[in-house]
């Protein structure tokens, strides 16, 4: 037990604590439905993202090697419809026509992912470097540069070359850690005299709960309670050396900076009032962001996850926890390896506390959070099950950055809304708002001292959504996937993005709902030129329905029914002729 003493003193020091934060950021002010015309720091930087999987399409082309997405997706029931990336939106022959999508829109930045097997096949850079793919990165952000558009090159968006899958087990060995560097090593000394901002990992979040923990996504493992751990920590490690063999072998040359791109959802107590679930909403977001950004900006984990996870690991019966541990040179290693902080952020959730038990049988990464996850039935949710329009969790999110690791530099590098597959409707008024509403909370929170340098809108294009395939649309211009030239239309969205853009921000009411409303005036010439589009495909996919049954039904006429007719004639004729000859004799 505590002395009273020093319990008294942590109490006041708490209430310290509670006061100075509240007066960084007051959360009374924080009014949801107000929205604040003003506009963003000169030099902001305003942008539009995909990734190489996800958009790029020619898997197997100019000499590519195999990534853990390329396999997933061709094993049948994985990927909703049996979708794959394929050839997605064929951004690999595109990209001087999406260059021109962005120009149109005025980006400033662009954000995509460099495929690691397309260029190193095998993904142990001694092995082979395959040039083409090299030669096509070059080519793309030549072009970028050439149109004014700075790159923001991702290193790691999720496709981890096949080879390294199958031979080590992926993020779940160390050895990955030596094998990432060396890729990066060589992006550097490819791109880095033109790319400035590189980020090691995108959500590696996802990479290590839905890849190792619960098999949702590529390489598809179910290791319960430990897999995401493990794989967690071979990525952290690995952000930290590629952060240092920048710093040590191309800063000073390149000039350029290196961030780690992480996503979090925001986590509200469902009872303000209730310790308890102000407490679960603080471990939920630890669980999410802080298992990753806590390391790069404080060399360790979350005190909360160490905590939880360990007790949770004694309970059943283990000799060390299952979140595994940084050494202390470890520690100060990765102390401070990141020179911007990326954020992914799309929605909130409604936190409170559940104790879970913790049995063996139950261990997950899930459960040892001991929290419960609640939506608001009110919350829009246009698309994606798990998207729910929120825009104030994302002010929330930035803050809690801002307070947690120092006031970092932040990129939001990626936000936004998607629709169902069926929706071919381009006038989306729903994403505009979404934008308009995500952005100005953005805005909020720089009036509050949060240091947000820019915004990637996410994604330029439709494209393959992962486990969820086809089916969810997260782009700002439409991609017609069922016509193989795999044509963009402009969603209403691009042209009200392109005003915010303009603007720097939102100038007035009255401005601001004129944009609106010319957006959804110009969507309307798109969407009849796809309505029209969509009605020839109709009517060449029933075209082909009726030729198709025609042609197989003649090819059974004469290859079947033709000879078995006559073979039944010839056999008739002649047991008629014996019949008659029988009678004569
Ligand atoms: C985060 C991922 O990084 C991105 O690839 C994906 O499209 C979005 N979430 C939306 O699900």
Same mark, same amino acid.
């Given at each position: 037990m505590l002395p009273r003493r020093a319990v008294s003193v942590c109490y006041v020091l708490m209430l310290v604590l509670y006061l100075s934060a509240a007066e960084d950021f007051d959360w009374t002010k924080n009014n949801h439905d107000s929205f604040y015309y003003g506009t963003f720091p000169t030099g902001f930087s305003w942008g539009a993202g995909s990734s190489a999987y996800q958009t790029e399409g020619a898997w197997d082309k100019d000499g590519k090697g195999l990534s853990i997405w390329d396999v997933f997706s061709h094993k049948m029931g994985k990927i909703q419809q049996n979708d794959t990336g394929d050839s997605s939106c064929d951004g690999y022959y595109k990209f001087k026509d999406d260059t021109s999508l962005m120009k149109e829109l005025k980006l400033n930045h662009y954000r995509f992912s460099i495929s690691w097997p397309r260029i190193i096949p095998t993904g142990v850079k001694s092995d082979h470097i395959n040039e083409k793919g090299i030669q096509y990165y070059d080519e793309l952000i030549n072009h970028l540069l050439e149109n004014r558009i700075t790159p923001i090159v991702t290193l790691y968006h999720w496709d981890l070359p096949q080879v390294l899958q199958e031979k080590y087990g992926g993020w779940q060995n160390i050895s990955m850690i030596n094998h990432f560097n060396e890729f990066a090593n060589l992006c550097f000394e490819r791109f880095g005299n033109r790319v400035k901002y590189w980020i090691t990992f995108n959500n590696p979040w996802s990479v290590a709960v839905e890849g190792y923990e619960t098999g949702e996504h590529a390489p598809g493992l179910r290791l319960r309670g430990t897999g995401a751990y493990r794989a967690a920590h071979h990525i952290i490690k690995a952000h930290a050396k590629v952060w240092h063999t920048y710093d040590t072998q191309w800063r000073g040359k390149q000039q350029g900076l290196v961030g780690i791109s992480l996503s979090g959802d925001w986590g509200e107590p469902v009872d303000i009032s209730n310790q308890k679930d102000i407490e679960a909403a603080e471990r939920y977001v630890q669980f999410y962001l802080g298992w990753f950004a806590t390391p790069v900006?404080? $060399?360790?984990?979350p005190q909360v996850m160490k905590d939880f996870v360990g007790r949770k690991s004694a309970q059943q019966g283990l000799g060390t926890s299952r979140l595994p541990t940084f050494s202390p040179q470890e520690k100060s290693y990765m102390k401070g390896t990141c020179d911007f902080l990326g954020i992914g952020h799309f929605t909130t959730r409604y936190i409170t506390h559940k104790s879970n038990p913790s049995g063996r049988s139950s261990t997950s990464y899930f459960t040892d959070r001991d929290l419960a996850e609640l939506v608001d039935p009110r919350w829009p949710d246009p $698309?994606?099950?798990?998207?729910?329009?929120?825009?104030w969790g994302f002010r929330r999110m930035l803050n809690f950055v801002k307070t947690q690791y120092g006031n970092p530099m932040i990129y939001v590098t990626e936000n936004g809304v998607s629709e169902k597959m069926s929706c071919t409707e381009l006038c989306d008024e729903w994403r505009i708002q979404y934008y308009k509403d995500y952005i100005n909370e953005m805005l909020k929170a720089i009036r509050d001292g949060v240091s947000v340098k820019g915004y990637t809108a996410w994604s330029l294009l439709d494209k393959f959504e992962w486990d969820e395939g086809y089916s969810e649309r997260f782009g700002l211009y439409y991609v017609d996937f069922r016509s193989k030239n795999k044509p963009r239309y402009p969603k209403a969205s691009v042209q009200f993005y392109k005003r915010i853009i303009s603007s720097n921000g939102f100038p007035n009411q009255r401005e601001v709902e004129n944009w609106k409303r010319k957006a959804v005036e110009t969507c309307s010439s798109s969407n009849q030129l796809l309505a029209a589009e969509e009605q020839r495909s109709t009517a060449a996919n029933i075209l082909r329905l009726i030729h198709d049954p025609l042609t197989s039904h003649m090819e059974m006429v004469t290859e079947i029914v033709v000879p078995t007719v006559c073979t039944l004639c010839i056999l008739l004729s002649a047991i008629f002729l014996m019949f008659l000859l029988r009678r004569r004799n």
């Open positions: 900006f404080h $060399g360790d984990y $698309g994606s099950e798990w998207l729910y329009s929120v825009p």
